[in-house]
Nanobody, 122 residues
Framework: QVQLVESGGGLVQAGGSLRLSCAAS????????MGWFRQAPGKDREFVSA????????YYADSVKGRFTISIDNTNNAVYLQMHSLRPEDTAVYYC???????????????WGQGTLVTVSE
């Protein structure tokens, strides 16, 4: 069983930056994708970004392209989401999740962290 723990959320002004971290522990797999998803108040959870286990492939939602960067550190079993130029509409609980290789479809992800809240003020 894999456990995922997110950290790094907080309150930031519009235009600011935050770096989210996700620490993974427990059983690992030979190939997988790590994803970041978010859920704003009153809205469905949505895909933000994903990265293959070897870092070769990255995926981004159109809404965050050019502003967010995902990275993975297999030595430390961690995945990161660097967020720049934050906007109020980025306000959400951000979740780290483990999914099958090559997928960024939310239903494919079966292991989730507890989430970390990001609030972007005007």
């Amino acid at each position: 069983q894999v456990q995922l723990v997110e950290s790094g959320g907080g309150l930031v002004q519009a235009g600011g930056s935050l770096r989210l971290s996700c620490a993974a522990s427990g059983r690992t797999f030979s190939s997988y994708t790590m994803g970041w998803f978010r859920q704003a108040p009153g809205k469905d959870r949505e895909f933000v970004s994903a990265i293959s286990w070897n870092g070769d492939n990255t995926y981004y939602a159109d809404s965050v392209k050019g502003r967010f960067t995902i990275s993975i550190d297999n030595t430390n079993n961690a995945v990161y989401l660097q967020m720049h130029s934050l906007r109020p509409e980025d306000t959400a609980v951000y979740y780290c999740a483990l999914g099958p290789y090559g997928s960024y479809a939310l239903p494919d992800y079966g292991c989730w962290g507890q989430g970390t809240l990001v609030t972007v003020s005007e």
